[in-house]
């Protein structure tokens, strides 16, 4: 089976940096994804990774470790627009699904 | 990217009814996914959808409750059978294009009394 953890919720500060980390346990691991989701809104494409390192994208970066079974989302200069829901999923070799994990609420505060 | 629609949008229907949702993809696609995402919850899969087989259910789902359609590469329905309050839910029809991510439909608000 499978299994992937996140926080449940986090807080930060306008234009601060927070890391949201997710762990995962699968097999035939082929990529993980992160996800962002505003309330009452389809979760949107952030990032994949699929190799161990980090992979930066303007505000937002994310690290895999395939070792640890490990990934986390780093968001810089917070915007109070960045408050939403973080999901990260994990897909394998055999099928193209995405499992998602239990999802952090960020809420972010002036 | 891909354009995904979905039918309703929202609906409040009453317990042990019947509802099927559309979802139309503006490209053709080999595999589309039905997800449930109930109140303050991350999102589950339900079941994957191929054109010209049988749907492939996850654990906890069942093809009398969640029956799929996919009579084409652009479409494809789910139904939720004899509802009640706990299938309230959001569910989203989704497709994967490979390490660009997936995209997801707007998704349908259900609301079982």
């Known amino acids: 089976g499978q299994n992937i953890d996140q926080p449940t919720e986090m807080t930060a500060t306008e234009g601060a940096i927070v890391q949201i980390n997710c762990t995962y346990q699968?097999?035939?691991?082929?990529?993980l994804f992160w996800y962002q989701q505003h309330a009452g809104e389809a979760p949107t494409f952030l990032s994949y990774?699929?190799?161990?390192g980090l992979e930066e994208k303007g505000r937002f970066s994310s690290f895999l470790s395939r070792s640890k079974g490990y990934s986390y989302l780093l968001l810089k200069e917070l915007q109070m627009k960045d408050s939403a829901s973080y999901l990260c999923?994990?897909?394998?070799?055999?099928?193209?699904?995405?499992?998602f994990g239990t999802g952090t609420r960020l809420q972010v505060f002036p | 990217s891909a354009v995904i629609s979905q039918k309703p949008s929202r609906d409040i229907c009453q317990r042990g009814t019947s509802l099927t949702i559309q979802c139309q993809v503006d490209s053709q696609v080999t595999m589309m996914f039905w997800y449930r995402q109930q109140p303050g919850q991350s999102l589950t899969l339900i079941a994957t959808?191929?054109?010209?087989?049988?749907?492939?259910?996850e654990s906890g789902f069942v093809i009398d409750k969640f029956p799929i359609s996919r009579p084409n590469l652009t479409f494809s329905t789910l139904t939720v059978s004899n509802m009640s309050p706990e299938d309230s839910s959001i569910y989203l029809c989704s497709l994967r294009t490979g390490p660009t991510g997936g995209f997801f439909g707007p998704g349908t608000r259900l609301t079982v009394l």
């Open positions: 699968t097999s035939g691991f082929n990529g």
């Open positions: 990774n699929v190799l161990d």
């Open positions: 999923a994990v897909t394998n070799y055999n099928t193209d699904k995405l499992i």
């Open positions: 959808a191929n054109q010209g087989s049988e749907a492939t259910y």
